[in-house]
């Protein structure tokens, strides 16, 4: 009885504030004037907690939640775990449930992760056979799903939606709890088909969403809730189908649902949200004024702490800002900015839906010309993009969640400048909102040495849980729902929980890394100083593109300044990247003189080098959909009165050469990893003779591709020079298998691939290169790798397009086979940004190993650095001079048109017949890409040496 009596005085003031007319008051006020026995007291305390549960879903009053957790808590704390009843099972269930809805309520992440715990633990509690089997995998499917829909975590999704086929599976057709199954599987399905785009989990979730509803009775108190969430997926189907018919079911369900709900009910805001977006969705513009009222109508039903507050404020904003451009009424934008700016400061929101406010924001302001105003907006909502990346997240779920913000960092550079902040800021916002999933592995991957010789300790605690973090979750997706499945889900979702708990641990160790004296700054962003040291080898040029201005951001060793680029336009840029031929003359003379011309004449490139002079060296770095441009390349190419081209300077590679980045960190981290591991090499494990490799791939052949008979010359070729330099050539003929590659990776210096490439157009984490025997050597497979501790030099990926990127909700992060090699380790990376030709890549492999041997210096150091990068710049030049010739040739002979102001309209390959020209192609899932790579025209019509672009330090 002792541990009962703590729950006296609470159970007391909850039975005074019962009603006296309440059906249960008799009771529980008799049960209270006795002393009861051990036993009694859990179902006590349990009935306590649902009549306050019920209370606070009619009256959405938080005290109320609280306390019947407190009392649900007491009702656990006084069963045993092998109670054979199992009720000690049912209140943890309940907690469970009481938890997730104190989440959200509240917006405490917190609760959610006890909420999923416990209800682990209740499922585990019961035998396989007990009948509230069913209705513990539901609850769980339930908390799983909320937190996928805040960290994005694909795994918690995919289990969540096993577990609830596994409940619908067990459950009797007339249990009485079937319908809710039905329903919340199909909000699971819905969410994924948000995440994946498959039409499938769409249908299937329409489906068994009308099956919840047909079932349910019409006086039943969650039918509602089973119309609005039927009404939501109608809704989606819609915007994909454009079929009539499912937007007017999805209005007439949202409205019924609405008419069926009481005033003050907690469900109501989300009602209205949902029918407010299924106006807004259909062709009718009479229904925009309802829409804008119900709007109205669920912001007011929202209590101002509540985490949905700022969902119905953006949906509200959004209505008023479309009735704007139709009405062109001012008061309508001053309140749309309103609402999002509530919305992007309700703290307890979800990073999403704050996120999306701040965009709004600086859109709607932007329209004002209230540029201060969309500042402000802009500092708060990019600040916010880091907490979509993270720690416990797989890469996937980082790239997916970073896709749904892609752009918002140009947006507010473009901002910053407009508000006459200092091009500092501008760069501070490009840095903190691009090149994130990149930042986080090289976080992880950082050098810890001196941590580890001041602190050893926290440098062992940080290694363990940096270990924990790097571990994927690797569900096996072919199992049958099962016990045998439900085992390994189970075990899953442990992994999941173990990486939650990690990355708090993280957290907490880094804050207490840096009280140590001399750590203030581990992990920090780079200082001011660090930036101006970046460009200690040449200047660094940040373009940025946005639809509010277009600028460049030049950085060196004393200052960083803006240059607006009044010719460039975002319009141009998206209505060029649709080309089909980027290399074309007439987009490089677009490049050079909206964006290059005036650049080099600011950095005072005027002329090339002079004989004895070195030649200036400009790192790149692009942004939006420049990133798919040859920035490298841009020039003015005109022709002389005898038909050759000619060139007066006005081309980047007659007055530097080019090197790319993703970001100015991305270059920091590499220069810091370069002097690390240089000076460290002796320690490597498996000593000098181990890293004297150079690993050479050649793939003539692939299953469904075009054969490439120049991939095994142009290893031939590189075999002598690669001994010329001390390196010893390894071409396993049979271990071409990706094992037997990440096998050597690790062992080399130069890795040399010449092959077929495969870029996935929806997630380029699956890009890869194609391998013996229809292996395949993933994005993902190389950020999963480590092999930085050997310090690789050199990845020459000699494929189609291992730079590029289909998807522009990608282009932010500038994901792709060459910065998965560069995370993996690699200190310099060849790539190209689309096809190539498989001739062509011999002449220019030769000529970039010939610098390197000639210009390299000994030891890997600073000179190679300098001479890979000028390796290619020269064969460029040289392959470039070749072009000019033959087009001269060809002009001359009229088989080829001018343009009017003399540029040329189409460019040519080099001599030789079609046939050993064949594009060493990347595939695409959507087999939309066919550039006319492989007709005489389309093959004659690329200017070959375009498109080779170097990434490195």
Not at 242 to 268: K, N
Not at 869 to 896: D, S
Request: with cysteine.
């Amino acid at each position: 009885m002792d541990e009962a009596q703590q729950y006296i005085p609470l159970t007391q003031t909850v039975v005074d504030a019962i009603p006296d007319d309440h059906i249960d008051w008799a009771r529980f006020f008799d049960l209270l004037g006795h002393d009861l026995e051990q036993a009694k007291w859990p179902a006590f305390l349990n009935h306590l907690a649902q009549y306050l549960y019920d209370l606070y879903f009619d009256n959405d009053e938080l005290p109320d939640l609280e306390e019947a957790i407190k009392l649900t808590r007491g009702a656990v704390h006084l069963t045993s775990e092998d109670d054979p009843n199992y009720d000690h099972a049912s209140y943890l269930n309940n907690l469970a449930n009481l938890l997730g809805d104190k989440y959200i309520r509240t917006g405490i992440v917190n609760n959610l992760e006890e909420a999923i715990a416990v209800a682990q633990q209740a499922i585990n509690a019961i035998p396989k056979t007990h009948p509230s089997r069913s209705k513990y995998l539901n609850n769980l499917g339930n908390q799983l799903n909320d937190r996928y829909l805040i960290t994005g975590v694909l795994a918690d999704l995919d289990e969540a939606i096993q577990v609830g086929w596994e409940a619908i599976r067990i459950t009797p057709e007339d249990y009485i709890h079937r319908p809710a199954f039905f329903n919340n599987l199909g909000n699971r399905l819905g969410d994924r088909y948000l995440r994946t785009n498959s039409l499938d989990d769409l249908d299937e979730a329409i489906r068994v969403k009308q099956e919840a509803v047909k079932v349910t009775p019409k006086n039943h108190p969650d039918r509602a809730g089973r119309l609005n969430n039927l009404a939501i997926e109608l809704s989606a189907r819609y915007l994909t189908t454009f079929d009539p018919p499912d937007i007017e079911m999805a209005i007439q369900a949202g409205r019924e649902a609405i008419r069926s709900t009481p005033a003050g009910h907690a469900d109501l805001t989300m009602y209205l949200h949902s029918l407010g977006n299924s106006l807004d969705y259909s062709a009718d513009a009479s229904n925009l004024e309802e829409a804008v009222q119900v709007g109205r109508e669920a912001v007011n039903a929202t209590p101002r702490d509540h985490p949905d507050r700022a969902m119905a404020l953006n949906s509200l904003g959004k209505r008023l800002g479309e009735r704007f451009l139709n009405t062109g009424a001012s008061s309508d934008i001053d309140e749309a900015i309103a609402c999002h700016h509530d919305a992007l400061h309700q703290g307890n929101a979800s990073t999403i839906h704050r996120i999306v406010a701040g965009r709004a924001v600086i859109k709607f302001c932007a329209t004002r010309q209230h540029w201060l105003q969309a500042y402000t907006a802009a500092e708060t909502a990019v600040d916010l993009i880091p907490k979509l990346t993270l720690r416990s997240l797989e890469n996937s779920d980082k790239q997916y969640q970073l896709g749904q913000v892609v752009g918002l960092a140009s947006d507010a550079a473009a901002v910053a400048l407009n508000a006459h902040k200092s091009p500092s800021v501008a760069l501070w916002f490009l840095e903190q909102g691009r090149a994130l999933l990149a930042a986080s592995l090289e976080e992880m991957r950082i050098d810890i040495l001196e941590l580890q010789e001041q602190y050893p300790e926290l440098a062992r605690e940080f290694i363990h849980l940096r270990d924990q973090l790097e571990l994927p979750i690797d569900p096996d997706e072919s199992l049958p729902i099962s016990d045998e499945f439900l085992g390994q889900s189970f075990e899953q979702a442990a992994h999941a929980d173990l990486r939650h708990k990690a990355a708090s641990d993280f957290d907490r160790l880094i804050a207490e890394i840096r009280e140590q004296p001399g750590m203030n700054d581990f992990l920090l962003p780079p200082s001011t100083a660090d930036i101006h040291s970046a460009a200690e080898k040449g200047p660094i040029v940040l373009i940025n593109v946005s639809d509010y201005r277009c600028d460049a951001i030049l950085i060196d060793q004393h200052r960083i300044r803006s240059l607006l680029l009044p010719a460039l336009h975002n319009a141009d840029v998206k209505r060029f990247a649709q080309s089909d031929n980027l290399g074309s003359p007439k987009i490089l003379e677009w490049l050079w003189t909206a964006i290059a011309h005036p650049i080099l004449q600011t950095l005072g490139l005027f002329q090339p080098p002079s004989a004895n002079e070195d030649w200036p060296h400009i790192w790149w770095i692009l942004t939006g959909l420049l990133t798919k441009f040859a920035i490298h390349a841009a020039g003015q190419y005109s022709h002389d009165s005898g038909g050759d081209i000619v060139t007066s300077y006005e081309s980047v590679l007659d007055r530097a050469m080019s090197s790319y980045s993703s970001s100015v960190k991305a270059i920091i981290h590499g220069r810091r990893r370069t002097v690390s591991t240089s000076a460290n090499m002796t320690s490597i494990p498996g000593g000098a003779s181990s890293q004297q490799e150079a690993l050479l791939i050649a793939i003539e052949d692939t299953p469904g591709k075009w054969d490439l008979p120049f991939a095994p010359e142009e290893i031939r070729t590189l075999h002598p020079l690669c001994m010329s330099m001390g390196l010893i050539p390894v071409s396993p003929s049979t271990g071409r298998r990706k094992e037997d590659v990440q096998t050597h990776l690790p062992r080399c210096r130069i890795f040399h691939f010449a092959g077929h490439g495969y870029t996935d157009t929806y997630d380029p984490l699956n890009s890869n290169l194609r391998l013996w025997d229809g292996g395949m050597l993933r994005v993902a497979d190389l950020l999963a790798m480590n092999i930085r501790e050997s310090s690789p030099f050199l990845a020459y990926l000699s494929a189609c397009g291992t730079g590029r990127i289909r998807d522009a909700r990608f282009v932010d992060e500038s994901i792709h086979l060459i910065s998965g090699c560069q995370l993996a380790g690699f200190r310099h990376v060849i790539g190209t940004l689309w096809d190539v030709n498989d001739e062509a890549c011999v002449g220019m492999a030769r000529i970039t190993y010939e610098t390197l041997r000639d210009r390299g210096g000994a030891g890997w150091g600073a000179g190679a650095d300098e001479a890979i990068c000028l390796g290619l710049h020269e064969a460029t030049r040289a392959m470039r001079g070749r072009w000019f010739k033959k087009v001269g040739k060809i002009t001359r002979r009229g088989q080829r048109k001018l343009v009017r102001n003399g540029s040329l309209e189409e460019s040519l390959v080099l001599d030789g017949q079609h046939g050993n020209r064949l594009p060493r192609d990347i595939d695409l899932f959507d087999d939309d890409d066919d550039e006319d790579g492989d007709s005489e025209e389309g093959e004659t019509a690329r200017a070959l040496w375009v498109p080779y672009v170097h990434f490195g330090v």
